[in-house]
């Protein structure tokens, strides 16, 4: 049986709740950002217990945040990068601490180092669900400017964390010094060895969901831009379409008709199961001017529609061991292959948005100078 509460139990609980100071934690934070000297200075003046629940309140934070945010439908990818994050944590805090134990000598003082692995860990606990949170809007409004700002808030704990560690733990201006000086050869050191051990970096592990998801659904799709774009015909009767698709500088007689519209009715089939499955607008708009496409291009071709076009070009060709004199070449249709340009262009447009967004991750070239000749060489080249 349940026991039943009673009015002193409750007032217990509670009492002891308000003795953890949680509210108290919640303010820190403020200072965290704006104010870290004072927040440490708090840090130190508090007692064990007061430290635990200070770290159990934020870690609690990180852990609402991502299991509010997250959904079944990007959990995978969501955990990826956080994982990724936390991992790319480790190495960087290490540098940190190397860098202030190359400042600090001969004078190595072993609480300077145990405080930046708890800095390392606090800046990771307290950035990362802002970090969730325009991941989260990124997702729900498919808007490349929240995934911009979420790249940004890494590179933000990084500066943080890095002057940070300056302030507290480096006095002279002498060592100061060493320190921007290691830290920025510790950094080259390690980019330039996860380069060449052919380690990625950092913004590969940021997939592009709603361009994956259209990736794997539009896997059963035969020809997604190949379309008919002239008719050749002989005293009235056609023999054989050209094709091609936007990227195409030459239209050319690549498939046998029957082949082509017999994919195309695949196509149609296909592209009627997907729309369903589309997870985010941008791929169900995709998806659903593809479909228009298909129908327009077996509409013209049914009900030849193709005949109302004017001839553009007389010529005479050989095809098919017999050689046609008078031929006629006219458009297949304006329209379909105008939509075709359209959804194509729309696709390089929406991968050319996720690019520039990417693009944030080069104010990491401030504090690592290996990015910097990273993006030198790769403009040269």
């Given at each position: 049986m349940c026991k039943n509460f009673s009015y002193d139990d409750i007032q217990k609980w509670l009492k002891w709740f308000c003795e953890l100071n949680i509210y108290n934690h919640f303010?820190?934070?403020?200072?965290?950002?704006?104010?870290?000297?004072?927040?440490?200075?708090?840090?130190?003046?508090?007692?064990?217990?007061d430290k635990i629940v200070q770290f159990i309140t934020y870690a609690g934070i990180y852990i609402i945040i991502f299991l509010l945010c997250g959904t079944y439908s990007h959990a995978v990818d969501s955990i990826k990068v956080l994982l990724t994050e936390l991992l790319s944590i480790i190495p960087f805090v290490l540098c940190i601490v190397l860098s202030i134990v190359f400042a600090q000598i001969?004078?190595?003082?072993?609480?300077?180092i145990s405080r930046c692995v708890l800095?390392?860990?606090?800046?990771?606990?307290?950035?990362?669900?802002?970090?969730?949170?325009?991941?989260?809007?990124?997702?729900n409004s498919e808007n490349y400017l929240f995934y911009a700002i979420a790249c940004i808030v890494s590179i933000v704990a990084e500066i943080y964390m890095i002057l940070v560690s300056l302030r507290m733990f480096i006095?002279?201006?002498?060592?100061?010094?060493?320190?921007?000086?290691?830290?920025?050869?510790?950094?080259?050191?390690?980019d330039l060895?996860?380069?060449?051990?052919?380690?990625?970096?950092?913004?590969?592990?940021?997939?592009?969901?709603?361009?994956?998801?259209?990736?794997?659904?539009?896997?059963?799709?035969?020809?997604?831009?190949?379309?008919?774009?002239?008719?050749?015909?002989?005293?009235?009767?056609v023999i054989f379409y050209l094709y091609s698709s936007p990227i195409d500088s030459v239209a050319e007689h690549k498939y046998s008709e029957k082949i082509y519209f017999e994919e195309l009715k695949s196509d149609i089939d296909s592209i009627i199961q997907i729309i369903p499955k589309t997870k985010y607008k941008t791929n169900h708009d995709f998806f659903n001017s593809l479909y228009i496409l298909k129908k327009s291009i077996n509409?013209?071709?049914?009900?030849?529609l193709y005949?109302?076009?004017?001839i553009i070009k007389n010529d005479t060709i050989w095809h098919d061991k017999y050689t046609y004199t008078s031929i006629d070449i006219r458009e297949f249709s304006t329209e379909?292959?105008?939509?075709?340009?359209?959804?194509?262009?729309?696709?390089?447009?929406?991968?050319?948005?996720?690019?520039?967004?990417?693009?944030?991750w080069y104010l990491r070239c401030l504090y690592h100078p290996y990015i910097l000749y990273k993006i030198y060489k790769d403009m040269t080249e």
């Open positions: 303010k820190e934070i403020f200072n965290f950002f704006f104010h870290p000297m004072i927040f440490w200075i708090h840090y130190d003046k508090m007692s064990a217990k001969p004078n190595i003082k072993n609480e300077s800095l390392g860990v606090y800046s990771y606990l307290i950035f990362i669900p802002f970090q969730i949170l325009f991941l989260t809007l990124f997702y006095g002279s201006k002498k060592r100061k010094i060493i320190y921007v000086c290691a830290i920025l050869s510790l950094f080259t050191i390690v060895s996860m380069d060449k051990l052919g380690f990625v970096s950092r913004s590969t592990n940021y997939t592009d969901i709603i361009a994956q998801e259209r990736f794997e659904l539009g896997k059963s799709i035969k020809n997604p831009y190949m379309i008919p774009t002239h008719v050749v015909s002989n005293n009235g009767e509409n013209v071709h049914t009900n030849k005949k109302n076009n004017p379909c292959s105008q939509l075709n340009t359209d959804i194509l262009r729309k696709e390089i447009q929406y991968q050319t948005t996720f690019e520039n967004a990417q693009k944030v």
